[in-house]
Structure formats: structure tokens, C-alpha cells
């Protein structure tokens, strides 16, 4: 076989049943091998969504994916949304077809330094011999699942596909082990939680990755203990537990900051402390501090832990839930009245009368709480939403419920607009089975609208719900708020984009839908039917942006 076939052999052999891309003359031999391998081949309208379907795939599976591109143009236009796989720890591995060796420095066509790469990825190699490739596929794929997963670029020079050269055989080795906690910090973590009367769960991505949910309820049931998460985090315990507080981020109000700020203890599991679901740090966390993490190099950042445990984090919660008495949450044993039920009831009823005083009368145009609360009450509880970034996210985070951790992804700490639709197709495809609705902003469905086409190409039933208000509203607020702009500075509402007509011309079933009932009804028709369907529903562009509504109740 030549060195494509055994590169496609190599992404099979890891369980690769699908691979996202868009070919070129490049990756010709990659393509004709994957037929020959029965590896389904997607093929995106925009390398930038080929990287965000592959993220989708990977979320919502906890499978790795694959990505193959062309040089240069195709391989940067990737880049976003591998430096989003690489912030949220997901892994991918993403083969990029190079500039032959005897072409390299000069100026090839699309031709790129291969180190151009390098951070946007967990590693980043390029194969130099014809005799390595199917190995370092191989080895990709270890590197990216082994604990902290992420992306890994493999780029094979063009003229190495075509070759039938001997190849070396990779080792027989999985990925590493995820990490087990030390016995010392368990304990110590255990001491401090026992003693504490006040104490408060944050988990993090790290818990979804880990797939860690039953523990993480686990250990916050024994403490009696809120649960509140990040970004990522959303979705790792049923936001209808009686123990779940909500999401912090930049739509937290008041309530849920005290509720972590009055805590005397926090367990941190899973997470980096990352600037931007910490806004930059401005939460009050307590003293007693315990942070699991599976990067040493997390430890520190932004906030100075008592219990540092360098550790996978279902492995660590499983550790706590065994050496942590039970609580009366369980109903077991007598405990201290830690009171976590009512803790977290209270912010969650006083930030639904927050997200109430927003709820209109079902007049046009709606504001997105309102269209959201509509979404939700027609989807089955397990659907599957890959949420787009921008400003009616942090809407979404702090007032859309998920159920389970791979029922609900959105982007991390990149916060990368464009990625609701093609994630949405990687979730299809990876959940053939379940229902999947991509909630997404105009600006962010822009970003991929090509993407619509490849949802009709490949037949696949997703519903694409777009909360259109005909501007970037986010920024236009902050322009109007801070720098004294017009409203809608960056608005379109003179030269408004009918989403329903671009669907529909793109082989999608649209439809529009402008009050609560006709919301309902449209989601849920859509849903009943096996073919892609996209919902447009106008949105109050004069609504306020969760950030300033939820933190002082202004906009």
C-alpha cells in the first residue's frame, strides 16, 4: 500500500469512522483511501468550519475526531478552530497535507513554515521521512487523548502520499493512564472539606472530559455542598439538581457570586481559572481553596490554592466520594446543616425573577430569554445543543437549562464565533441517533452560513435555530454604552438578510417563527421530521446584554 493508504489505514485503526475537510489536489490520495477504507468523508464549505465540526464531533462524543486540509491556506483557515479544540482540551487530530521537502523554502504554492503552528496545538509535527507517517499518525492519536487531551497537527508533505516505501510499525501503547490523585492531598482535601461549614463545588471541562458526572454528584451530595460550574462545566450536573447553582461567567448576577464568595471552603475540580470565566479574576473565592487540575502549570493562575492535586478529576472525585461521609442530603447520617439545597435554590429563583422581569407579553420582537424558555419547553430533555458564542451565549448559559454533560457545548475560553452550526454537524454525525439543535446569533450564523449547504448535502437532520436581531448587538451595546455611538452601530437593519429565503436556497426547510407558541410549534415540527430545518426568530434588538442585565439588573 502507499503511504496515503496507510495513513487512512492508521486513522481507521484508531476508530476514525468519519473526517472532516475539503479537498484539494493535495489530499487527492487521502481521499481515495479513505473510500477504499469505508471512512465517511464530510466535506465543509469553509476550512474554518471543517475544524469546528470536527470540535462538535469530539464534544459531544468524547470520541477523538479527524480533519484533513490542504497546505497553507486551508491549514490557517483551520487554525481557529484548533486553538478552540486546544483551549477546551479536546482531542482532534488534524492532518495537514505539506509542502514537499525539496520545495520548502521557496515559496511553494501555499506554502507555510510548519512551526507556524506550533500554539495553536498540543503538538505539532511534521513528518520528515515517507517511512514515519502511518507511525506518527498513530502516535497523534495517543498524544491527543492522553490527559490534557487535545489537538495534535500531523503534516505529511504531498509527495510522501504516493509513495510505496517500507513503514515503520508504531508501538502497541493506548493512551497514557489518566492521572491518580496522591494519597496526601486527597486527605488533605478531605480534612478541609469535612471541617468546613460553607463549602462549594466548581467543576470545570475537566469533569465533562473525564466523564466524571455521577461523581461530581456524588461528592456534592455528601457535602451537602452548591454546585456551580464554568463554560465548560455547564451541563456536568443536571441543572435541575437540587444542588445546582448555576453557571459562573460573564452573566453571573450578585446572588450566585456571594453564594461562592460566603463559601468557607470551594473544591475546584477540572478547571484552569482562565480569565475569561473568572472575569479576569473578579470572583471572591475562599481562603481554603482546593484545586484539581491535570496541568501543573494551572496551579497559581489568577487565584492562590490551599490544596493544589494534580490530578484527572474523575478519578480524584471517585477518591473524595469514598473517603467523604455521607450528609443528610443522602438521607444517611446526621451532619452538620450545610443547607446546599437552599443555598442554591436561592440563587436559582432569584436569578429566574431576574431573567422574568425580561420575559415579555409574546410580543414581537422577543427578547432572548423569552424565545429561549420557548426552545427548551419543546426539546426532549436529551437533545443534543451545540451553542455558538457572542452576546446571546451568556443568555443561553445562565438561562437555558442542560441536563447532561454532552447534552450542552459551547466554545471556552477562544469564545469563537461561527461554531454553533458546524459543531452541530460533527454532533450529528458522531449522535446519528439523537436529536441536535444548534443555537446560534445572526453574527455567529454568518460567520458559517456556508455550512447550511453541507447540512443539506449530507442530509443530515439538525434543527438550526437563529435569534436574529439584525446586528453584532454586543458590540453596538457596548459602543452606545461606553463610546457615546448610535444605536445599532453596527447593525443591518437597513439592508436586513431574510435567514429563511438563504436557507431555503441552500436545500434547508425554513421557517420563521416571531411569539412563544409559534416557537414551540416550529421546533417541535421540525424535529419530527428526518431533514435539516432552520428556524428564524426575531429577537428585541434593544434588549439589554446578559453581562449588564444579570449583574445589576440594567441595561
Not at 474554518?48 to 462524543?61: D, K, P, R
Not at 479544540?85 to 504554492?109: F, K, M, S, Y
Not at 437597513?494 to 416571531?514: C, H, K, P, Q
Request: charge should be negative; aromatic fraction near 4%; charged fraction near 20%.
Amino acid at each position: 500500500m502507499t503511504v496515503g493508504d496507510e495513513v487512512v489505514a492508521a486513522l481507521a485503526e484508531a476508530g476514525i469512522d468519519t473526517v472532516f475537510g475539503i479537498p484539494g489536489k493535495q489530499t487527492l490520495p487521502l481521499n481515495e483511501a479513505m473510500a477504499d477504507h469505508g471512512v465517511r468523508y464530510v466535506v465543509a464549505r469553509h476550512e474554518t468550519a471543517v475544524s469546528h465540526q470536527a470540535w462538535g464531533y469530539a464534544e459531544t462524543s468524547g470520541r477523538p475526531a479527524a480533519t484533513v486540509v490542504i497546505p497553507g491556506p486551508g491549514d490557517m483557515n483551520a487554525m481557529n478552530g484548533l486553538k478552540n479544540a486546544r483551549n477546551d482540551c479536546t482531542p482532534l487530530v488534524h492532518v495537514a497535507v505539506e509542502t514537499e521537502p525539496d520545495v520548502r523554502g521557496g515559496d511553494g504554492i501555499h506554502e507555510t513554515p510548519p512551526d507556524t503552528y506550533d500554539n495553536v496545538v498540543k503538538e505539532n509535527v511534521t513528518v520528515e521521512r515517507p517511512q514515519a507517517a502511518a507511525a506518527e499518525v498513530t502516535q497523534a492519536f495517543r498524544t491527543a487523548t492522553t490527559d490534557p487531551k487535545g489537538p495534535v497537527r500531523v503534516g505529511i508533505p504531498k509527495d510522501f502520499l504516493g509513495m510505496t516505501v517500507p513503514l515503520a510499525v508504531p508501538s502497541a501503547d493506548g493512551p497514557t493512564e489518566s492521572s491518580k490523585p496522591g494519597p496526601s492531598g486527597v486527605a488533605e482535601a478531605v480534612e478541609t472539606l469535612e471541617a468546613s461549614d460553607l463549602p462549594v463545588v466548581i467543576a470545570g471541562g475537566g469533569v465533562r472530559a473525564s466523564g466524571a458526572t455521577d461523581e461530581l454528584v456524588a461528592v456534592a451530595e455528601r457535602l451537602d455542598a452548591p454546585v456551580v460550574t464554568t463554560y465548560k462545566g455547564k451541563g456536568t450536573i443536571p441543572e435541575d439538581h437540587s444542588l445546582s447553582a448555576g453557571v459562573l461567567c460573564g452573566g453571573t448576577s450578585p446572588d450566585l457570586a456571594a453564594l461562592v464568595a460566603e463559601s468557607d471552603a470551594a473544591l475546584t475540580v477540572g478547571t484552569d481559572f482562565d480569565a475569561v470565566w473568572t472575569g479576569q479574576w473578579r470572583f471572591d473565592l475562599p481562603a481554603d481553596l482546593i484545586h484539581v487540575t491535570l496541568d501543573p502549570e494551572d496551579v497559581g493562575t489568577g487565584y492562590e490554592p490551599s490544596t493544589a492535586i494534580v490530578a484527572d478529576a474523575g478519578r480524584t472525585l471517585a477518591e473524595l466520594a469514598e473517603q467523604l461521609p455521607p450528609s443528610d442530603a443522602t438521607g444517611e447520617t446526621e451532619s452538620d446543616d450545610r443547607n446546599g439545597a437552599d443555598r442554591a435554590t436561592g440563587v436559582r429563583e432569584a436569578d429566574a425573577a431576574r431573567i422574568d422581569d425580561l420575559r415579555d407579553d409574546d410580543e414581537p420582537p422577543l427578547t432572548s430569554p423569552s424565545a429561549l424558555a420557548a426552545v427548551r419547553a419543546a426539546l426532549p430533555r436529551d437533545v443534543t445543543v451545540a451553542a455558538d458564542a457572542g452576546g446571546f451565549r451568556i443568555w443561553t448559559l445562565v438561562s437555558f437549562p442542560a441536563y447532561g454533560p454532552r447534552s450542552y457545548v459551547n466554545p471556552g475560553s477562544w469564545a469563537t464565533m461561527g461554531t454553533g452550526l458546524p459543531s452541530a454537524i460533527g454532533a450529528k454525525l458522531a449522535n446519528p441517533d439523537d436529536d441536535v439543535l444548534a443555537l446560534t446569533g445572526d453574527g455567529g450564523l454568518l460567520m458559517c452560513i456556508h455550512e447550511l449547504h453541507t447540512l443539506a448535502a449530507e442530509g443530515l437532520d439538525v434543527v438550526v435555530v437563529v435569534f436574529s436581531n439584525q446586528d453584532y448587538a454586543i458590540i453596538s451595546e457596548e459602543a452606545e454604552r461606553s463610546y457615546g455611538l448610535a444605536p445599532m452601530a453596527y447593525g443591518w437593519d437597513d439592508a436586513a438578510i431574510d435567514f429563511t429565503a438563504i436557507a431555503e436556497g441552500m436545500g434547508v426547510r425554513a421557517t420563521r417563527a416571531e411569539t412563544l407558541s409559534g416557537i414551540e410549534t416550529a421546533v417541535a415540527d421540525a424535529l419530527a421530521h428526518d431533514d435539516p430545518a432552520l428556524i428564524e426568530v426575531p429577537t428585541d434588538p434593544e434588549e439589554p446584554q446578559a453581562s449588564e442585565w444579570m449583574r445589576d439588573g440594567t441595561s
